[in-house]
């Protein structure tokens, strides 16, 4: 298929080029003795990930480990009380650990392991990347350093302690205000001095090359999934596919399934609580072309052109920009870009538990709300819903926040 120029049946070969761009995002910003450190990876990824021996372990681990693949569900009583549209969800909730990131940490902590890393080094926000991490981890044995602020230590508890369980080094971050931006810092600088016997594991689409790249093809097992499993299902493809977008990679995993095909793409991000710099964080909405974190992308910047505070009732969706890779499907036009509010998202998170029995993460639910949104709004046809993780983790501070509803 041809679209605006890009030829996607051979997306994957040339996207993103061998200096890790797609257009002009992406790339490798970063300080000379990292630069090393990157080549080393991205050379690895393509001689060990393309390996038969690489894809047959991570194959197996998927299946026997993972509980892969997720179904994909049928979403009866919410699509009869909506009217003429069919909704589905791929079930990524039922991934071991509770959401798709355990799908890159298995392949990132693998690839570590056949490198002959003793150790795993990760920055974690809200928590869900550090408990993936130190799963996989403790899966093969690794040494995993987790760096995260003393404010999220003291909101996170319940995910703190899931990474001590696990095995993991938990390193608590004081400088600044102490929440993810100086974690990142931490993480970098610790990686800078420990690359030897180190491997940095990126927690979405983001940083440098080869992370978006290497990220978004251990992801996109829930696209090759889902795509077969709907086809299987209902005998044709969705009319539409929608995902929530923080980082970008649950959703590029699903996408990556159907960007080749006559099928509709949303990429949902969140609106928060208005439009104002601060209140959301919608970065390709409201966002401009800028260079953070090591990728070039586009990202919401502050008055001096720093990131900007970014706010949403997820937590795994508030970064100020998003995956290189988003910014080029979002210029091209191939996937539009959209966004829901935390009230929206409330409502969304209660109407799935009440009517299918499923209760998402809060960061699902951005996606689940633009499902029903455009239920509404289509005659006919069906829409398909990356259901990225499960709700266990949000529900006291939603019953607190936002009562019963
Ligand atoms: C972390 C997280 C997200 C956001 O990350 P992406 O890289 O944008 O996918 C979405 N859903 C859940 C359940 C998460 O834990």
Same mark, same amino acid.
């Given at each position: 298929m041809n679209f605006n120029g890009v030829n996607f049946d051979t997306y994957f070969k040339n996207y /993103?080029? =061998?200096?890790?761009?797609f257009g002009k995002y992406g790339g490798a910003y970063v300080a000379e003795n990292l630069k090393k450190a990157m080549e080393e990876i991205t050379e690895a990824y393509f001689t060990i990930c393309k390996s038969s021996k690489f894809i047959g372990e991570l194959r197996k681990i998927r299946r026997?480990?993972? +509980?892969?693949p997720t179904p994909i569900s049928y979403l009866e009583r919410l699509s009869t009380k909506l009217g003429n549209v069919q909704l589905y969800v791929k079930r990524e909730d039922l991934n071991h650990s509770g959401a798709h990131k355990l799908n890159h940490c298995m392949g990132e902590a693998l690839l570590a392991k056949y490198m002959g890393k003793k150790k795993v080094i990760a920055e974690t926000g809200a928590g869900q990347h550090g408990v993936a991490l130190a799963t996989a981890a403790a899966y093969f044995g690794l040494k995993c350093d987790i760096y995260m602020g003393s404010v999220d230590i003291k909101k996170q508890a319940p995910n703190v302690a899931r990474m001590k369980i696990l095995g993991a080094n938990v390193i608590e971050v004081k400088e600044g205000l102490a929440t993810l931006k100086e974690a990142v810092d931490a993480a970098f600088d610790a990686y800078s001095k420990e690359y030897e016997d180190a491997i940095y594991c990126i +927690? =979405?689409?983001?940083? /440098?090359?080869?992370f978006p790249m290497m990220v978004r093809d251990f992801q996109s097992v829930v696209g090759i999934e889902a795509r077969e499993q709907f086809v299987g299902m209902t005998g044709e493809l969705p009319d539409a596919v929608v995902a929530c977008v923080g980082g970008g990679s649950n959703a590029m995993g699903i996408f990556s399934g159907f960007l080749n095909d006559p099928v509709e793409l949303y990429g949902i991000e969140p609106l928060g609580r208005g439009?104002?710099? +601060?209140?959301?964080?919608?970065s390709l909405k409201y966002g401009t072309e800028g260079i953070m974190h090591g990728f070039n992308s586009i990202m919401l910047k502050d008055e001096n052109g720093d990131p900007a505070p970014v706010y949403s009732v997820a937590s795994g969706l508030d970064y100020p920009s998003s995956g290189p890779e988003h910014a080029f499907l979002h210029d091209l036009g191939r996937v539009k870009y959209d966004v829901v509010n935390d009230d929206e998202t409330v409502d969304a998170f209660f109407e799935l538990a009440r009517m299918e029995g499923i209760i998402p993460a809060i960061e699902s639910a951005h996606a689940v709300a633009y499902g029903i949104k455009l239920a509404k709004q289509m005659r006919t046809g069906s829409v398909l819903i990356n259901l990225s993780g499960r709700g266990d983790k949000d529900m006291d501070y939603i019953i607190e926040k936002y009562g019963i509803r």
């Open positions: /993103p080029n =061998s200096e890790g761009f026997e480990f993972q +509980g892969r +927690g =979405s689409v983001l940083g /440098p090359h080869p439009e104002q710099l +601060g209140d959301h964080a919608a």
